[in-house]
């Protein structure tokens, strides 16, 4: 949401009727991916920075350089910051633009996946590790090879497998790899080459990770979302269709494959009975929050789901400073996710 379409909000009011209040206030932090690691919560975001630079799609106001971790003992306890996990200058393929990361834990080894854009101009995704799941980390001395676009999400599944999905359009670069090799043409518009509003949307991917989790086991694949008819989202449907945040959750032995419709700010869902897909349409998990992306989590914590999410509220709409917040989740005898309104009585138009 532009930040001149939010001059007229009373963020007090807002504030009082806000489902959860920022986790953290000291630092702006977005993006959050949350994990439960020996019994602790642990929350990967990205930490915003005002860049100096004026608003615009490419994400050019986001001056986005470290990561800090953030663990809570449980949902009620304080959130504590645990300082740089990891900063672009000890990435030496990463030159800035540290944006949405994800984590992982296998035998005791802790992984951090993270998008940079490298000395080229090109967003990647790096892997950096740790013993302890709050850094600091060491990164490998290259991206992951066959990497491209942003917001890596890394799913274990209940056979021990790890996939990462992954992809972002505008300023994430997803439509730049339509061909399978990277597009210089019109650097500077974020719009260039998209589908045609009646093409099929562009998708999120999918690889399969190594067993050292260090690179993909395989090309990346298209997860295709349907429609109710079976038929592939199109570009046009911009309520529905893919545009940023993939992240995965298994609930009940279904797959829930969870993101954002970007310009038009909701979190949606589509379910699979398998991690590649594909997966149909089911609907809103979360409604538009204060400013104009939205990004998000979910996670099981002592038998409940949660929604880790982040809004504007805390720097009264400013669309670059945004926090993490906290939120729990319910399902229906269905599966079906109840859609969560971010604020009570307070619509957030899109």
């Not at 989790?213 to 199109?234: M, Y």
């Not at 589509?270 to 998000?296: C, D, E, K, M």
């Amino acid at each position: 949401m532009p930040e001149n379409s939010i001059s007229h909000i009373d963020f007090e009011e807002l504030n009082e009727k806000a489902l959860s209040q920022p986790l953290v206030k000291h630092i702006y932090t977005a993006d959050p991916s949350a994990h439960v690691f020996e019994g602790k919560i642990y929350i990967y975001p990205s930490h915003d920075v005002d860049a100096g630079e004026a608003f615009d799609d490419l994400g050019s106001h986001f001056a986005m350089e470290d990561y800090h971790v953030i663990s809570m003992d449980n949902l009620d306890s304080n959130a504590m910051d645990n300082g740089v996990a990891l900063h672009v200058n000890d990435v030496s393929w990463a030159e800035k633009q540290m944006w949405a990361p994800d984590a992982a834990e296998k035998n005791g080894k802790y992984y951090l996946f993270f998008p940079a854009k490298g000395h080229d101009g090109i967003f990647r995704i790096g892997v950096a590790v740790s013993d302890s799941p709050v850094g600091p980390f060491s990164p490998q001395p290259q991206a992951i090879k066959g990497s491209f676009s942003i917001d890596p999400a890394v799913f274990k599944d209940d056979d021990g497998e790890y996939y990462m999905y992954f992809g972002g359009l505008w300023g994430g670069q997803l439509q730049r790899w339509r061909t399978g090799v990277f597009n210089p043409e019109h650097p500077e518009s974020p719009f260039a080459h998209l589908p045609e509003d009646e093409e099929p949307a562009l998708c999120p991917k999918i690889a399969k990770m190594t067993d050292d989790l260090l690179e993909f086991a395989e090309e990346p694949k298209d997860i295709v979302i349907l429609d109710e008819n079976g038929n592939p989202l199109l570009a046009g449907d911009n309520k529905r269709r893919f545009f940023e945040a993939a992240w995965m959750h298994k609930y009940n032995g279904t797959y829930y494959f969870s993101y954002s419709t970007g310009d038009t700010h909701f979190i949606c869902y589509a379910t699979s009975s398998n991690p590649y897909g594909p997966f149909t349409y089911q609907g809103r998990i979360l409604n538009p929050v204060i400013g104009w992306t939205s990004h998000h989590s979910i996670c099981e914590v002592n038998g409940k789901w949660y929604l880790f999410y982040h809004d504007s509220s805390l720097s009264k709409g400013v669309t670059h400073l945004r926090s993490i917040k906290v939120t729990e989740i319910e399902y229906d005898k269905n599966g079906k996710i109840k859609t969560i309104d971010p604020y009570k009585d307070f619509k957030v138009l899109s």
